[in-house]
Antibody
Framework: QVQLVQSGAEVKKPGASVKVSCKAS????????MHWVRQAPGQGLEWMAI????????TYAQKFQGRVTMTRDTSTSTVYMELSSLRSEDTAVYYC????????????WGQGTLVTV | DIQMTQSPSSLSASVGDRVTITCRAN??????LNWYQQNPGKAPQLLIY???GLQSGVSSRFSGSGSGTDFTLTISSLQSEDFATYYC?????????FGPGTKVDV
């Protein structure tokens, strides 16, 4: 079965960086893009970025350009999201989510990682 | 970016009720519209894709319709596990954007 397992909660100081991991299993890792979506406390869902695990190409939301970096390690089926220059507004739960067969959907989600700044 | 709106922002309902949630885009998105359910403290789950496609494993009491700019999610007979927040999402243009959510409570 498809599983996305994320790394644990993080507490960071303003100005620091955080790197969250998402380990995929149960499917061919390089066949499906991966989204990152975040949710501030009590707020809605905000799309951040997407990566093609096959070639490593990325697309970032303009809001996060220059601060976010997505990478992947095909040997461990893991995707990483690094966010730099953290500020209090970045306090949120960060989710990885697999892009499903229908373009743009997110059909499987990780459990979420709380990042507190 | 495409702006998504939802109405109502919240609603109160009872088990067995028929519930309808509306989502609107500020430009045409064809049928590139998806619906998610989120329970407190949990990750969202995909319910409906491409406006009316039922995601595998999702109950048939959920249905979606619409095209262009106006879409609806209908729960035919509300069950206790359906009390949650529902989000629409457009996948027509990058970045994909979400509606603000509709909370369904007792």
């Amino acid at each position: 079965q498809v599983q996305l397992v994320q790394s644990g909660a993080e507490v960071k100081k303003p100005g620091a960086s955080v790197k969250v991991s998402c380990k995929a299993s149960g499917y061919t890792f390089t066949s499906y893009y991966m989204h990152w979506v975040r949710q501030a406390p009590g707020q809605g869902l905000e799309w951040m970025a997407i990566i093609n695990p096959s070639g490593g190409s990325t697309t970032y939301a303009q809001k996060f350009q220059g601060r976010v970096t997505m990478t992947r390690d095909t040997s461990t089926s893991t995707v990483y999201m690094e966010l730099s220059s953290l500020r209090s507004e970045d306090t949120a739960v960060y989710y990885c989510a697999r892009r499903g067969p229908v373009a743009g959907t997110a059909d499987y989600w990780g459990q979420g990682t709380l990042v507190t700044v | 970016d495409i702006q998504m709106t939802q109405s109502p922002s919240s609603l109160s309902a009872s088990v067995g009720d028929r519930v309808t949630i509306t989502c609107r885009a500020n430009q045409s998105i064809s049928t590139y519209l998806n619906w998610y359910q989120q329970n407190p403290g949990k990750a969202p789950q995909l319910l409906i894709y491409a406006a009316s496609g039922l995601q595998s494993g999702v109950s048939s009491r959920f249905s979606g319709s619409g095209s262009g700019t106006d879409f609806t999610l209908t729960i035919s007979s509300l069950q206790s596990e359906d009390f949650a927040t529902y989000y629409c999402q457009q996948s027509y243009i990058t970045p994909p954007t979400f509606g603000p959510g509709t909370k369904v409570d007792v």
